[in-house]
């Protein structure tokens, strides 16, 4: 194993929660997390990494020689973005075959942006989706359209406040709530054969599958406390999208699950 000063310690100390950091605000879940960054800690020369992982921040300590560095980070919730994932992950695997060097390691991650395809094509793409659903669970054409336009016009407030840095339990309710109302106009208009159908399908878009997946493999795997925070999250948000469905429903007196 190389000789590391003090001060190359505190560098890859650095480097390690900074991916580390990239990984928790981007989506990955905790194990990943983990074990990248004692990867990477390693690879720099630390003689050990010890991590512990939050919902929402990281601590790290590298030891080497006898000489211990701690630092924390805050992780800022920056949506979920496996561009990112995959890159970190990467570098990690480039850094262990010795491709990489420490400044281009630390170079390389300071570079990194997350990745967004179009927003039109988003878009299109989620009302695709929802539309799917609907005829799935057996609408027909005009229920099939109402549900494109209810997904589509949601997708949009959705991207437009995400944007805008909004409260994400806003974000769902307000979504879930424009969504159901142009839904429900298909309903009022008796659009197709079952229109209520489409007020069912065009919030399937803000079913939040990605935190519950990752709640459920954080506990699994042992990091319990992570888990359950991911799990509280992820129920406060389909709450949310709830409390949106009925206001919309209210409003319009239009109540999807009345035959």
Known sequence: MKSVSYEEQNELTRIAVRAG?????????????????????????????????????????????????????????????????????????????QLL???QVKERLNRLVPFKYNRWAVVLM??????????????????????????????????????????????????????????????????GEDPKIAMAACVLLLVPGFPLINAVSDVLKGHINTGIARWVFATLLTISASIGIVASMVVTGVWSWVV
Do not use: W
């Open 21 to 97: 950091q990239l990984l928790l605000q981007h989506g990955a879940e905790s194990r990943i997390v983990e074990q990248t960054t004692q990867r990477i800690g390693l690879a720099l020369g630390a003689e050990s990494i010890e991590i512990a992982v939050s919902s929402d921040a990281i601590v790290i300590t590298s030891r080497f020689n006898g000489h211990c560095v701690t630092t924390t980070r805050r992780c800022y919730d920056r949506g979920i973005n496996m561009y990112m994932v995959c890159e970190v992950q990467r570098i990690c695997v480039m850094l262990e075959k």
């Open 101 to 103: 060097d420490e400044k």
């Open 126 to 191: 989620v009302a695709f989706s929802c539309s799917s659903f609907s005829h799935f669970f057996g609408g027909d054409l005009p229920v099939y359209i109402t549900t494109f336009f209810a997904a589509a016009g949601a997708m949009i407030l959705r991207q437009e406040l995400g944007h805008r840095q909004h409260n994400p339990f806003v974000n769902f309710a307000a979504s879930a709530f424009l969504g159901t109302s142009i839904a429900s106009i298909g309903v009022v208009t008796q659009f």
